[in-house]
């Protein structure tokens, strides 16, 4: 199993410009989840999805989409990237459950730089 | 609301010297808590998790940590601390929809000779 997977490693995009953040998971986990990470602030959920074609928003959702058409993929959409959303991106992945009791399996990272 | 609060945010120790790291949280109900572990330039690995039962809790590389609800506190401990267990140790607390999770802003471990 490659575990959690994400594309790309290193990003640098202009103001205004538009990309999507991959993430692709092979344990079959249900709920899959976006991250940013910003120096002293911790971890800050951005979307999460319990399953296919179902997302939801986390603490910080603005400027970004996300879809979930399969298991195994859930992308993160920048629609106009600023200079706010420099950050280091992780995608988690984790078994269904009714409870936060699965463990959470974290990607590598994806550092952006917004100039 | 939940919350994770780390009061430390960098912590140093000699290597062989006992650590104790410090959580503390906010939630109404009983809480989901967990320890992850990032080494510089890597993603988060799990150390530890507390759902219910026995409220110490062993973990993986020789951690441990004690749920203490008097206290709302889950402190992560280990009694010889290694030069390669300098990394940056997030607490986290299990969400109300159940999947996501609330993370403390991290302690940064560095570990001296």
């Known amino acids: 199993n490659a575990g959690v997977t994400q594309t790309p490693k290193f990003q640098v995009l202009k103001t205004g410009q538009s990309m999507t953040l991959q993430c692709a998971q092979d344990?079959?986990?249900?709920?899959m989840s976006w991250y940013r990470q910003d120096p002293g602030m911790g971890l800050r959920l951005i979307h999460y999805?319990?399953?296919?074609?179902?997302?939801d928003q986390g603490e910080v959702p603005n400027g970004y989409n996300v879809s979930r058409s399969t298991t195994e993929d859930f992308p993160l959409r920048l629609l106009s990237a600023a200079p706010s959303q420099t950050s280091v991106y992780f995608c988690?992945?984790?078994?269904?459950?009714?409870?936060?009791?699965?463990?959470?399996?974290f990607g590598p990272g994806t550092r952006l730089t917004v100039l | 609301a939940q919350s994770v609060t780390q009061p430390d945010i960098h912590i140093t120790v000699s290597e062989g010297a006992s650590l104790e790291l410090r959580c503390n949280y906010s939630?109404?109900?009983?809480?989901?808590l967990f320890w992850y572990v990032q080494s510089p330039g890597q993603g988060l690995q799990l150390l530890l998790k507390?759902?219910?039962?026995?409220?110490l809790v062993q973990g993986i590389k020789g951690f441990e940590a004690e749920f203490k609800r008097s206290q709302s506190s889950f402190n992560l401990r280990k009694p010889s601390v290694h030069w390669s267990d300098a990394a940056e140790y997030f607490c986290?607390?299990?969400?109300?929809?159940?999947?996501?999770?609330?993370f403390g802003k991290g302690t940064s471990l560095l570990v001296t000779p």
């Open positions: 988690a992945s984790s078994s269904s459950g009714t409870s936060g009791t699965d463990t959470q399996y």
């Open positions: 344990m079959n986990h249900e709920y």
């Open positions: 999805s319990v399953g296919a074609g179902i997302t």
């Open positions: 939630y109404g109900a009983t809480p989901y």
């Open positions: 507390y759902f219910s039962g026995d409220t």
């Open positions: 986290a607390v299990g969400g109300n929809s159940g999947y996501a999770l609330n």
